[in-house]
């Protein structure tokens, strides 16, 4: 093979990896519109092995610490006077990493305060950009970079006195969120927004309904992009737009939820119903319309009680409803199954999920992820 055709094939494998900065970029493309669809999603995957493996169903049921990102008008029904929680799953066979740390406390008898921390990430993506200068190729000049989505958000609840609601207990709750996302030295986004939650337990008849609005003033995003100019000739060469500094606006949903728990001997079950509904218009799910998308999905666990402080759970729910179109050209429609357990010795609780990420079915090899969270109680007077 010639010099000509070595340097050509060569050409050809640097926009290859461009390719894959400029895949990052595209998720930009809509920025420069009042709105973007698909903003800050990576906190729409959940947190907590327990709720992942339900079908991400906690909306009414969340009642410890995690609820500081699911609803947080649970952070009343804390069971001790603090919690902590950790969570590590490595997403897309360990492409991505997602992790989450929380601590919540009680404020008082009636009312409870929590932060929560969400990371998610890819790493040691190669930057080609400088792999060929002047006609010559010098591996030496590629280096890499991460890209990271991170939030912090604090979050507070109070448990309001309605004496005309007998053996209902009602709680608000709201969330302030903090948003930082970098896609190595090229792009960084600063954001904030706001939840708005409240939540009604039937401590008689065993029954909970959640009520969240995420992004409820809409969440801002703020992004700034840094290319030097051989970097711009770069990306005009390989004909991939040069974004520009804009402003991203992630629009409210709604998501509402319905618990029913039995109890009989030392079983507990526990079956719990949520809808997300989207109003930036049409989704791929199981209701949708130019206003808005709803997208439903269920889950359920069951506990055993081996003694006062110890327990065992199984598992399971199913989300994520789509249509895909198959190799016949036939649209046909698709489901994640989750499963988890779960043990509690104590003050302290491990739970494992284990979650399909495939989007579509059929679309080829599954990609499973492992989730393992921790839970830690502790108690008023300091001692764990």
């Not at 030496?140 to 989505?149: A, C, G, H, K, L």
């Not at 709680?171 to 030295?185: D, E, F, L, Q, T």
Request: net charge positive.
């Amino acid at each position: 093979m010639n010099i000509t055709n070595k340097c050509r094939n060569l050409n050809l494998s640097m926009q290859k990896q461009l390719l894959i900065i400029a895949c990052l970029f595209s998720v930009f493309k809509g920025f420069g519109q009042n709105a973007t669809k698909y903003s800050n999603e990576f906190l729409q995957i959940g947190v907590g092995a327990r709720s992942l493996g339900m079908g991400g169903a906690m909306i009414a049921s969340a009642n410890d610490v995690y609820a500081g990102y699911w609803n947080p008008a649970g952070l009343t029904k804390i069971d001790k006077n603090s919690q902590v929680a950790l969570m590590h799953a490595s997403y897309f066979a360990g492409i991505a990493n997602y992790d989450y740390g929380a601590y919540a406390t009680k404020t008082g008898s009636k009312s409870a305060l929590g932060i929560s921390m969400v990371r998610f990430g890819v790493d040691g993506i190669a930057n080609t950009f400088d792999l060929i200068r002047n006609g010559e190729i010098d591996y030496t000049r590629v280096t890499s970079f991460n890209t990271t989505d991170f939030a912090a958000i604090v979050s507070y609840a109070q448990e309001a006195d309605i004496k005309e609601l007998r053996n209902i207990d009602f709680s608000w709750g709201a969330n302030m969120k903090i948003v930082h996302r970098k896609v190595g030295p090229f792009a960084n986004a600063i954001g904030f927004g706001f939840d708005a939650a409240m939540r009604m337990e039937n401590t008689k008849q065993n029954w909970a309904l959640g009520v969240v609005v995420r992004d409820v003033t809409s969440t801002f995003n703020s992004w700034r992009y840094t290319f030097t100019d051989a970097q711009k000739d770069v990306l005009a060469a390989t004909q991939n737009a040069i974004p520009k500094n804009t402003l991203e606006i992630t629009l409210p949903r709604i998501i509402g939820g319905f618990a029913k728990t039995w109890e009989k001997n030392n079983w507990m079950f526990l079956a719990e119903l949520d809808a997300n509904i989207t109003l930036d218009g049409k989704r791929n799910t199981l209701v949708k319309t130019n206003l808005l998308s709803i997208d439903p999905y269920v889950g359920g666990e069951i506990g055993y009680n081996i003694s006062d402080e110890n327990k065992v759970y199984f598992r399971s729910g199913l989300n994520n409803y789509q249509q895909y179109t198959n190799n016949n050209g036939k649209k046909v429609p698709s489901i994640m199954p989750n499963v988890g357990v779960g043990i509690t010795l104590g003050k302290f609780t491990i739970d494992y999920a284990l979650t399909n990420l495939s989007a579509v079915a059929g679309s080829g090899p599954s990609l499973y992820s492992n989730v393992f969270s921790l839970k830690l109680a502790i108690d008023k007077d300091g001692r764990k």
